[in-house]
């Protein structure tokens, strides 16, 4: 849950796409872009046939035209809740639930749930049976996976006043949990590594960290070293080898597709999203992404970040999630040479076999479930 806060509103401005005409264009036009097509082009009707899956959403509400987009896309999102004690809206997870809940029904099909427990409660006594009640609570009401989010490992302490990270023996009965019930551990632990290091005007996530100060680490005295959550990530990989774990944001392993590949290497119960991390890829050598992808092809699910909150209006969300999903599918199965978030890219230009992994058959086997209630 950060993405829009980056770029959502820039994408609102410079995003001119075009794409639901592309749902009704003629057949497939890969042209080079012109002056009036800044990135967001993309035959849609090609994605939309996969049956695609959004594993990475934050939808609080929903409305007819909302839900339309999604059935006019065929497009299945997980809808995913998490506690953060710094945002009024994601401190309470109940009422969290009931909206989403509200979400998953109104979708006729098209949303799922992935819920969360407080870690906040952590210190208090009976914390795991109590997460565990939530969450069994939740799978009854078909949720098909659980997060936990960067505030474990970035701000979480213990009663010694000692930083929590994944691995802590108080969370195992959780996943153990989640594991016995058959559902996917949505794990985003740490953050691109820019969150560790001085400040950089040019870094891709400098406006984040500026307008979140909370999660920029460099001059946090007692914090943990990115690598020191990674590390307990792992170690949560190999302590729970039947546990499916997705790792949110590429595994925040963003800029280090190397170390990602050792740890699918490594951990068969690893995967991860492309939640907002797209524009880290598009700014690497398209042919290095494109080898890094053929050869994981089974452990990359597709995910955008994209959200719906309750103070935001109809037409720019709809128009935001439009775009995001068009220059998305450009830059994965194109080859066009184009603009991505203002950074100048070449598509990927997958084979149509990649494409169907990355945006249905992985989210399928991964997450259980996901299409369960398929429209
Ligand atoms: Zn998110």
Known sequence: MEFRYR?????????????????TAQ???????????????????????????????HVAKGDAAFYAMLARLH???????????????????????????RVIQESHGYASLCTSFDPFQF??????????????QDFMNGAIAVKIWKNIGMELKDKSGRYVVADDPRFEPVYLDIQNHNRTLIAHQAEPDEAWEAANPNGLDYPYYKEHPIWYMYDKPGVPAKKQILDARDHLLAQNPKLRVAGAHLGSMEDDLNGLAQRFDRYPNFAVDTAARVVHMVVMP???VRA?????????????????????????????WQDQYARDWRYFSTRDTFEYDRHK???LGLPPAVLRKLYHANAVRWFPGILASRP
């Open 75 to 101: 497009m299945h999102i997980l809808n995913i809740l998490l506690v953060d004690d710094h945002d009024p809206y994601r401190k309470n997870l109940n009422s969290q639930r009931a909206d989403a809940e």
């Open 286 to 288: 398209s042919d290095t």
């Open 292 to 320: 890094f992808i053929l050869k994981y092809q089974d452990r990359i699910v597709y995910g955008t970040d994209l959200g719906y909150a309750q103070d935001e209006a109809l037409e720019e969300v709809v128009k935001e």
């Open 27 to 57: 057949p497939q036009q890969h042209s080079a872009p012109s002056a009036q097509d800044p990135g967001s082009r993309g035959d849609l009707r090609a994605l939309a046939a996969l049956v695609p899956v959004d594993t990475h959403t």
């Open 123 to 136: 210190n208090n006594a009976g914390f795991a049976a109590s997460a565990i009640r939530g969450l069994n």
């Open 7 to 23: 770029y959502g509103r820039i994408n609102l401005l410079v995003g001119l796409g075009v794409c639901f005409a592309a749902l």
């Open 345 to 347: 890219t070449e598509g």
